[in-house]
Antibody, heavy 124, light 106 residues
């Protein structure tokens, strides 16, 4: 059974760096084709894909946020970490991590299993 | 970047109704489209991938169709558990979600 769980601060001040951890079980991020992505959702708004890391350490970022995001993995701990620099109140959202896998023939991905999400508020 | 739109933004329906939601891409995405269902306070749940493939365990009243730039999600007979918000997502190039369609009780 695959499970994912997000953890991190619930409140961050503007201009600070946000660090979120996704801890997962039921799969290995060293298995060929496997990926873990991050998606966020501001209150009452739509989903926005942020970043994804593959088993081979290939990393992809949303073009609009690329300069602020870093995603890393620790295969031995079954964790993926997302950092976002210089946060702003508009970054207030529920942040989800989700399981994905490489789809042959495309440079895109969908998410078949999601964590429950963690709400991060950016406020002074 | 590929942009996604959905219509309608809100849909009011009754139990037993046939419901159709439309999703459009700003350029061709072949069949690389997924649909998700999200209930308040919960994570999205994958319903359909590759435009028409039902994910494991998803009831057969859900179906997807389309290719290129226009896609539809159909619920053949709306059930009480189906009142939720539905999102489409293209994965032809990276990932973009649509703005969502809320299905509420008429």
């Amino acid at each position: 059974q695959i499970t994912l769980k997000e953890s991190g601060p619930t409140l961050v001040k503007p201009t600070q760096t946000l660090t979120l951890t996704c801890t997962f079980s039921g799969f290995s991020l060293s298995t060929s084709g496997v990926g873990v992505g991050w998606i966020r959702q501001p209150p009452g708004k739509a989903l926005e894909w942020l970043a994804l890391i593959y088993w081979d350490d290939d990393k992809r970022y949303s073009p609009s946020l690329k300069s602020r995001l870093t995603v890393t993995k620790d295969t031995s701990k079954n964790q993926v970490v997302l950092t976002m620099t210089n946060v702003d109140p508009v970054d207030t959202a529920t942040y989800y991590c989700a399981h994905s896998f490489m789809v042959r023939g495309v440079i895109g991905w969908y998410f078949d299993l999601w964590g429950r999400g963690t709400l991060v508020t950016v406020s002074s | 970047d590929i942009q996604m739109t959905q219509s309608p933004s809100t849909l009011s329906a009754s139990v037993g109704d046939r419901v159709t939601i439309t999703c459009r891409a700003s350029q061709s995405i072949s069949s690389w489209l997924a649909w998700y269902q999200q209930k308040p306070g919960k994570a999205p749940k994958l319903l359909i991938y590759k435009a028409s493939s039902l994910d494991s365990g998803v009831p057969s009243r859900f179906s997807g169709s389309g290719s290129g730039t226009q896609f539809t999600l159909t619920i053949s007979s709306l059930q009480p558990d189906d009142f939720a918000t539905y999102y489409c997502q293209q994965y032809n190039s990276y990932s973009t979600f649509g703005p969502g369609t809320k299905v509420d009780i008429k």
